[in-house]
């Protein structure tokens, strides 16, 4: 059962990696027209949307993905404590 968990946490690090290098492609023009770029996005943008319900402050500061990692990092951690209670 920690093995699984292990992986779990671990592809989630990746994920957050992911997700962060998606956001700083953006600051790069054509970046994400790569192939790269779409494959990231692929992956990415749906977890994504599911936090653009929040407006962006001032017209350009977009925190939907700190909102998606937080929430990403929260349910790691509650399935941690969930696991590790039953262990």
């Not at 990231?40 to 017209?59: D, T």
Request: aromatic content about 14%; overall charge positive.
């Amino acid at each position: 059962m920690l093995e699984i968990l292990s992986w779990v946490i671990r592809i989630a690090r990746y994920y957050e990696y992911a997700i962060i290098i998606y956001i700083l492609m953006t600051w790069l023009p054509g970046a994400q027209q790569s192939r790269v770029g779409q494959w990231l996005a692929r992956i990415v943008v749906p977890y994504l949307n599911l936090f653009r319900f929040i407006p962006p402050i001032a017209g350009v500061l977009d925190l939907s993905p700190i909102i998606a990692i937080l929430a990403l990092n929260f349910a790691v951690s509650g399935l941690t404590h969930l696991v590790l209670l039953f262990v």
